[in-house]
């Protein structure tokens, strides 16, 4: 078994060795630009990224022409949430969020606000669920957009976001949903879900970094969208820049096999986090699970430890990787803004774990990241408490 054991696929996923395989002549022989229509160097890059933009669409029953490469879910959202705006300035100024968001839309958010549109964050349940009751009642003359995330990196909840698209669909408002977590875990189907907009990412589907795309509804009511990034005339205009060949078709690949192997993943990875979860909590008191029992991304697990610090607890998991509560990105780590926003306490938002599953991990690895987290977070209570151990349960 490989040590330290990878547990934070939520973060990120190794790219899967078939994705290697049909990017690497994209890197060597096939280098054309995809631009290029003057020879077949160029006309070979082209076919490859049109099969990559059908292999992304078919998984979510869209269009070829509705997927926009970009460099992965946060320029996506950050295109489909200014974009939107730009394009709607004339009709409002408002939109609508909720406070868990990932700060891929959280950010352009706060760049709408600073431009002067006016932005409610919806606070969500226990569960980390937003009442589609309470979008509604948000919903104002000129509101333009709801952002709506799919499902959420750190807690795994998924959101109600085919109710609140139904909703907003009535009232003429366009609905934007960031699916970077949920893609290749749950079914995603723009025509289920009724939106607008949905953004991906290659990394979280054992794709390459670097790369993902944003689904853009064709036909009527029109989506209204104005370019972030600007230059030459790729993806219709919308997104400038050389397209990245071997990215797209590494993208391509990783969600094809996302879709074949979706049916048989999901229900194993359920199946092992429930094994990780039960046996902690049949080895430990004082444990809180965050998120749903039910409507939660198999493979997520996040749980929160009485009478232990976060920083102790990972520096004693040593054999595991995985994400704290805390977002180590911000230097000094800022405290996980969803775990405070269903209620835990700064304590027990420091004292958190988050679990990622994924396609490498073994009925092995979660035996072993059980007896791990048992051991590591007895012998932290114990030696707060000034009790010595006993031998074998230190690590
Ligand atoms: C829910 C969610 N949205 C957006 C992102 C950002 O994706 P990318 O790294 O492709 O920009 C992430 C990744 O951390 C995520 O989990």
Redesign the pocket.
Known sequence: MKRPIYLDH???TPCDPRVVAAMLPYLTEHFGNAGSRTHQYGWAADEAVKLAREHVAAVLGAQPREIIFT???????NLAIKGVAEACVARGRHVITQVT?????LGPMEILEKHGFSVTRLPVDAEGRVDPAAVEAALRPDTILVSL?L???EIGTVQPVAEVAALCRARDVRVHT????AVGKIPVDVHALGVDLL??????IYGP????ALYVRHGQPRVPLVAQVHGGSQERGLRAGTLPVHQIVGFGEAMRLAGDLLADEGPRLAHLRDVLQAGILAGLDGVYVNGPAEGRLPGALSLSFDGVDGQGLITALRELALSSGSACMSDPPTPSHVLAAIGRSPALVHASLRFGLGRGTTAADVDAAVTCVVDGVRSLRARRAGVHPPAGIMR
């Not at 460099?71 to 959202?77: D, F, H, L, Q």
């Not at 953004?199 to 979280?204: C, E, M, N, P, V």
């Not at 970094?209 to 993902?212: A, N, R, S, V």
């Open positions: 939520l973060a990120t460099s992965g879910a946060t320029e996506a959202s968001e990932h700060h891929a839309v995330m499902a959420n990196n960031d699916a970077a977590q953004s991906l990412s290659g990394h979280k970094k670097g790369i993902g």
